[in-house]
């Protein structure tokens, strides 16, 4: 880090509106277009109610390259992308060790650019942990900057976290105990928090939901089903929404579907479609962004998000944004948002629940109205009531009451 910043003007904290430092985790990137959109329109919420600054920091996988910042500002936002180059290597803690190193180093250039160019935050506002949280934490003891953690990851409520090595647990814990607030996206990840004893208390803001100040689409072609996901089946299980178009489209032949998004289980997925004879009737898009997800989302019927664990569900309210009706299964997040006017709960991994979800939507596809189910998207997920929330947050973190 750079030993001279503590000599640089700051802010003056705790006046007036305050310079918030977000430290990503996730972010979008040239590699990854989806790659944590969901926290950059947090980022554009709080924007347009304070001043923001973005400090995301990433590996680039390409051996010879050199470390570097460069500063994006759009929409508003004014982003410090703080680049190094990955270790290839094949042994995993001499690859871990150097990729820590190299992801301080950058963190350290990526601060003074921000501190150059913007001025001393604040309060660090870290989205997702773990790294972002130990450079908040340095920020704490150097500068007495106060940090807010904000969690959306899935691993605390499918079983990833409790598998983790005793030294990864103790250090979040360690990085929980020391923030001066929680927040999380829904009440079902913060009582997960809970129970696994890294907070005793949080506070739930969502997030945004794009797309409200679009056009609102006119209903789309009965049948036509859309699935927005990580191509990671273990989590978003699309194999299960696959089988089901499959037996659905042999009873109801209008029946198809578009997946957009991309991972390792792409092929797989691919494969299955081919299997089941559903070639023609699938098409895989890739990744997109997020524009022209909701492009096609405006044409689509109807939503599926098959998901054995979601957090918040961004694509649920996306899709409710744009007035179409939506199936999901109880997995978290979207049990928030639906109801038998805008769409069907289904347990989770019930694929023959899904095919009968699927045949039932069509049939009555037009008694769903999309201005209806738009008006149900509460204004609590607009970005104003989002960034209003967030400065609530920071306030009492800046001016705790005494007494």
């Not at 990433?58 to 992308?81: C, F, M, R």
Request: with cysteine; proline share 6%.
């Amino acid at each position: 880090m750079h030993g001279n910043l503590s000599s640089t003007d700051p802010t003056t904290t705790g006046k007036g509106s305050p310079h918030v430092l977000m430290l990503p985790k996730w972010w979008p990137n040239p590699a990854d277009v989806q790659l944590g959109d969901f926290l950059r329109k947090q980022a554009i919420a709080v924007s347009g109610c304070t001043k923001v600054s973005v400090l995301y920091v990433h590996s680039d996988p390409v051996q010879n390259a050199t470390a570097y910042v460069d500063v994006i500002e759009k929409e508003g936002l004014w982003e410090a992308h703080s680049h190094f180059p990955a270790n290839g290597s094949a042994f995993l803690a001499w690859r871990k060790t150097i990729n820590l190193i190299r992801y301080w180093k950058a963190a350290g250039n990526g601060f003074h650019r921000v501190v150059q160019e913007r001025g001393l935050p604040d309060i660090t506002h870290v989205h997702i942990l773990v790294r972002p949280a130990l450079m908040a934490l340095w920020l704490k003891r150097k500068f007495g900057i106060p940090y807010l953690l904000s969690e959306q990851s899935s691993e605390y409520l499918d079983g990833t976290y409790r598998g983790k090595s005793f030294a990864f647990k103790w250090l979040n814990q360690y990085l929980f105990a020391r923030s001066s607030g929680v927040s999380t996206v829904s009440s079902w990840l913060g009582d997960g928090l809970v129970k696994l004893g890294l907070c005793r208390r949080f506070d739930v803001v969502p997030n945004v939901v794009p797309g409200l100040d679009r056009p609102l689409p006119k209903r789309g072609e009965p049948g036509h089903f859309l699935v927005v996901a990580d191509l990671v089946d273990r989590t978003k299980n699309v194999s299960g929404v696959i089988k089901a178009i499959a037996q659905a489209r042999r009873q109801d032949p209008r029946i198809h579907l578009t997946i957009i998004g991309d991972g390792p289980d792409r092929g797989m997925l691919e494969a299955l479609a081919l299997e089941t004879g559903m070639a023609d009737a699938i098409s895989f898009l890739g990744r997109l962004p997020n524009v022209l997800v909701l492009d096609h989302m405006a044409q689509a019927g109807a939503v599926i998000v098959n998901s054995n664990v979601e957090t918040f569900s961004v694509v649920t309210g996306e899709a409710l944004a744009q007035g179409k009706p939506v199936i999901a299964t109880k997995c978290g997040g979207p049990t928030a948002f639906i109801t038998r006017q805008n769409g069907i709960l289904i347990e989770i991994g019930d694929n023959a629940g899904l095919t009968a979800a699927i045949l039932e939507m069509t049939a009555r596809s037009d008694t769903y109205e999309p201005q209806e189910i738009r008006m149900g998207v509460s204004a609590r997920f607009s970005p104003g009531a989002v960034g209003a929330e967030f400065m609530t947050i920071y306030q009492r973190i800046l001016h705790p009451r005494h007494g």
